[in-house]
C-alpha cells in the first residue's frame, strides 16, 4: 500500500566546551529509489562550514564537512517529503559482502549453536524430518527462513536501552541478550548470513514521534525484503529507508572528530507522519 | 672490496646517525633498535636480473588488473579462478572501496616483492607486499655511504646505479597527481619507519606532513602552510588503511586524515598505494596469483611461486596433514615474519594441535615446501659466515611499469632461522645489479 510520508529528523550535539577542527560526515539524506521516491527533503547543518555531497560505497548518499572555528554545538536538521510503496521495487543485484561476516556481526560459538538450534526446529516445524536430513530446510525460501530467525531473535533479547553501545558485537549483545534495535538487527544479520541469506543493515526511521530506528534487509530473487526484529514484523511503507551497509559501522547516520577537551551529550528527535 | 669491508664499522656509525633505526613490538613494549647493515652486497648479473625484471613486471601488472576487478566487475570470482570466500573473508578486503577507481587506475604504485634464489639456482616468489611495503631508503643510503667510503669500489666493480629511487618514486607520485602538491604522510617519528618516510621525501622532493599539517575541505585535500593552503594531488602516505581516515575506517584513530577517503573517492587526490590493496597480497591469494598472470595476461608465470598448498582444497589438505613435518605452515592473518611455523620444529603434540587447527579452519593458513635457499656470506666479528638472506625487490608503477636495479637484501642473524623478516630482528646487505 502506497503512503506519502513526512519526515522530520533533528539532532543536537551538545560540547562541554569549545571544539574546534571538526570533521563530520553525515548519512542522512533519505535513499532515493522506486520504492521511496524522495519528493522534497531539506538538511540545515549548523555550523555548517564547507561540506561536500558524495556517494559511498554501499550507495549511501553522505555529507561531508568541516568545522574550523570553535563551537559548542552542532545540529543537522532532515526535512521532506517521501512516496512510498514497496510495489515498486526493482530487482537488483546483493553485493557478495553482504553474504559475509562483517566485523560487527561476527559468528560466535553461542551464536552458531543458536542458529543450527533454530534449523532444527524449522525443520521439524515443515513436517521433513521423515524422509530427509533433519537439517534440510531447502525448500523453506530465505525469506520464510528469515522471519523465523526474526521471531527467534525477538524471542531472546530483552529490549533494554543504554546495555550496549555503537561498538558491541553481534556476539557480545547476544550473549547479555539485553539490547536495543541496532544490537537486534546485527544479531540476525549474522544469523542469515549463516544461512547463506545475504542481509544487511539499515538506519532509518518509522512512523511516530521518537529516536532513530534500525532494522534487517535480506536479499532473496533479486529483491531486498525489510525485516525488523525489534518488533518481529516485515516492514511496510510506514519506513523510511536513511542508509544500508554490512553492519552499523560501515553506515552511522553521523560520524565526527574534533579538537578539544569536550564531553558530548546528543538529543535527538524523529516524526514521520503520513 | 676490501676497503669497501675495512669500513663497516664507520657505514654502521653513520647509519645510526642518520637514524636508520628499525622498531619493533614484543610482547606488547616498543623497542627501537639500529638495523645491522653487512658491507657485503649481494651481486645478482645483469642478465639474472634481467629475467628478475621481466617476471615482476608481469607480476604486479596482473596483481593490479586483480585489484580492479575485485573492487569492480569481479570477473576473476565470477569466472570462478578465485573462490570467493579468500576475497571476501580476507582482512585485506574492504567493502568501503568498492567501486573506487583510483587515478589512472594504478592501485599499487610501490610493489616490494620478496623473493628467494634456491640453492638450485632458481628465483622464487614469497610473498608480495603492496600495502605499504617498506626498505627502500636502506639499500639507498647504504650506498650512499659505500661509495663516500670507498669510491675505488666502484670504479672497479661495474654496479648499476641505485641512487635514481627519488626521481623514480617522483615520476610514480607525478603521474597520477590530480593536481597539486607531492606529500608524503607520516604517522610521526616515533614510527619504526621514520628515518625511511623523512629520508623518501627529500630524495623525491616532496612534503613530509602529519595528520595534522593535512586537512579535507569540500572533498579536497590541503596542506597547511603558514600563508595559504595548498592543495595535494598525490599523497604518499605511510600510515595503514585502517588508520588512515577516522570517519571511514578506525574510528580512534588519532593519526588518520578525516574525510580523505571523500577525497579520494571524488577522484581529487591520489592515494598511494590505494586502500584495499589488502585484498591481494594476502597469504591466501598468493597461490593465485600465476593463475591470475594467465586470467588477465593471457601469459604464462615468468617467476615462480614456491610450491603452496592450500588446505582449503581437499588434495591440498591431505597433503599438508600428511607431511606437514616437512613444510612450513603459514597463517594467512598474521604477517611481518609472525605466524610462520616449521613443521619440523614442533614436538609430536604441537604438530597434533596444529593439524587439528588446520582441519577445522583450512582457509586460515597456506603450506608451503620449505626452499632450500641460497646462503649469503657475512661478516661477523671479522670472519665470513654463511646465512640465510632473501630480497625485497621494488616495483613502481607509474606511466610503465619499473623494477628498481637494486633491492633490499635482508639476512638473518641466526645461522638456523630462514626468517629474515627485520621485525624478527635480521640484518640488511645492498643489492649489486653487475654489469659483465
Not at chain 2, 618516510?197 to 569540500?218: I, P
Request: some cysteine; glycine content about 8%; aromatic content about 12%.
Amino acid at each position: 500500500m502506497h503512503r506519502e510520508l513526512s519526515f522530520y529528523f533533528d539532532t543536537v550535539l551538545q560540547f562541554s566546551g569549545p571544539v574546534t577542527e571538526h570533521n563530520f560526515l553525515l548519512r542522512c539524506i533519505p535513499a532515493d529509489c522506486p520504492e521511496q521516491k524522495i519528493l522534497s527533503y531539506t538538511l540545515t547543518v549548523y555550523p555548517d562550514g564547507v561540506s561536500s555531497l558524495g556517494r559511498d560505497s554501499f550507495g549511501n548518499a553522505v555529507r561531508a564537512g568541516r568545522v574550523p572555528k570553535a563551537h559548542d554545538s552542532f545540529r543537522y536538521t532532515l526535512q521532506g517529503t517521501a512516496y512510498r510503496d514497496d510495489s515498486l521495487r526493482v530487482p537488483e543485484e546483493a553485493a557478495p559482502f553482504y553474504r559475509y561476516a562483517s566485523p560487527l556481526t561476527q559468528p560466535t560459538p553461542e551464536l552458531a549453536e543458536f542458529f543450527t538450534a533454530a534449523e532444527k526446529e524449522a525443520a521439524g516445524r515443515s513436517g521433513k524430518e521423515k524422509n530427509t536430513l533433519p537439517d534440510d530446510v531447502s525448500d523453506i525460501n530465505a525469506l520464510e527462513k528469515a522471519k523465523m530467525l526474526c521471531a527467534k531473535v525477538h524471542e531472546h533479547f530483552i529490549y533494554t536501552p543504554g546495555e550496549t553501545n555503537v561498538f558491541t558485537t553481534a556476539g557480545e549483545a547476544f550473549a547479555s541478550a539485553k539490547g536495543v534495535c541496532q544490537d537486534y538487527a546485527h544479531v540476525l544479520i549474522s544469523l542469515c548470513r549463516m544461512a547463506g541469506i545475504p542481509a544487511r543493515y539499515v538506519s532509518g526511521l518509522f512512523t511516530g514521534e521518537g529516536a532513530g530506528h534500525a532494522w534487517t534487509e535480506i536479499w532473496m530473487d533479486g529483491l531486498w525484503y525489510g525485516i525488523d526484529p525489534t518488533h518481529d514484523r516485515l516492514t511496510d511503507e510506514t519506513y523510511l529507508k536513511l542508509c544500508v551497509g554490512r553492519d552499523f559501522a560501515d553506515c552511522p547516520i553521523e560520524r565526527g572528530v574534533f579538537s578539544g577537551w569536550a564531553e558530548q551529550t546528543q538529543k535527538v528527535f524523529t516524526k514521520v507522519t503520513d | 672490496m676490501k676497503t669497501l669491508l675495512a669500513h663497516t664499522k664507520e657505514i654502521n656509525e653513520q647509519l645510526a646517525r642518520y637514524g636508520v633505526k628499525f622498531g619493533i613490538y614484543k610482547n606488547g613494549t616498543f623497542n627501537e633498535r639500529l638495523f645491522p647493515f653487512d658491507p657485503v652486497p649481494r651481486q645478482i648479473p645483469e642478465t639474472e636480473f634481467a629475467v628478475l625484471e621481466k617476471g615482476l613486471v608481469q607480476r604486479v601488472t596482473a596483481l593490479n588488473h586483480f585489484i580492479y576487478d575485485i573492487y569492480h566487475d569481479k570477473k576473476i570470482v565470477r569466472d570462478g579462478v578465485v573462490p570467493e570466500e579468500f576475497v571476501y573473508r580476507s582482512p585485506g578486503y574492504l567493502a568501503q572501496c568498492e567501486g573506487i577507481t583510483p587515478s589512472k587506475k594504478v592501485y599499487s604504485h610501490i610493489s616490494g616483492i620478496d623473493l628467494v634464489e634456491g640453492k638450485d639456482g632458481v628465483w622464487y616468489i614469497l610473498e608480495d607486499n603492496l600495502r605499504i611495503p617498506s626498505g627502500a631508503s636502506y639499500p639507498l643510503i647504504a650506498r650512499t655511504l659505500c661509495r663516500r667510503c670507498s669510491p675505488d669500489t666502484f670504479k672497479r666493480h661495474r654496479v648499476r646505479d641505485n641512487r635514481q629511487y627519488g626521481a623514480l618514486l617522483k615520476r610514480t607520485m607525478d603521474h597520477v597527481n590530480t593536481g597539486g602538491i607531492n606529500v608524503i604522510f607520516t604517522p610521526g617519528r616515533y614510527n619504526a619507519a621514520y628515518f625511511e618516510h623523512s629520508y623518501l621525501a627529500e630524495q623525491a622532493g616532496a612534503v613530509l606532513a602529519e595528520s595534522s599539517d593535512l586537512y579535507v575541505e569540500n572533498a579536497m585535500l590541503y596542506y597547511r602552510t603558514s600563508r595559504d593552503p595548498v592543495r595535494v594531488g598525490a599523497l604518499y602516505r605511510r600510515v595503514s588503511d585502517e588508520y588512515m581516515d577516522p570517519l571511514c575506517f578506525e574510528p580512534s584513530s588519532l593519526i588518520g586524515i578525516p574525510n580523505l577517503m571523500e577525497a579520494y573517492r571524488a577522484g581529487n587526490v591520489a592515494v598511494i598505494n590505494a586502500p584495499g590493496n589488502g585484498v591481494a597480497d594476502d597469504k591466501g591469494i598468493y597461490y593465485f596469483v600465476p593463475k591470475m598472470i594467465s586470467y588477465y595476461l593471457g601469459e604464462k608465470a615468468v617467476l615462480k611461486n614456491a610450491p603452496t598448498y592450500l588446505p582449503y582444497y581437499e588434495e591440498d589438505r591431505k597433503y599438508t596433514l600428511d607431511n606437514i613435518d616437512k613444510l612450513v605452515i603459514k597463517d594467512v592473518a598474521e604477517a611481518g615474519g609472525y605466524g610462520v611455523v616449521f613443521g619440523e620444529n614442533l614436538t609430536r603434540e604441537q604438530r597434533e594441535d596444529l593439524k587439528d587447527t588446520i582441519k577445522n579452519a583450512p582457509r586460515r593458513f597456506i603450506a608451503q615446501e620449505v626452499i632450500d635457499f641460497k646462503d649469503l656470506p657475512i661478516l661477523e666479528n671479522g670472519e665470513t659466515v654463511e646465512r640465510k638472506a632473501d630480497l625485497r625487490a621494488f616495483v613502481l608503477s607509474g606511466e610503465d611499469v619499473q623494477v628498481w636495479p637494486s633491492g633490499l637484501t635482508r639476512f638473518s642473524r641466526n645461522p638456523d632461522s630462514f626468517v629474515v623478516n627485520s621485525s624478527q630482528g635480521g640484518g640488511f646487505k645492498d643489492t649489486w645489479i653487475v654489469c659483465q
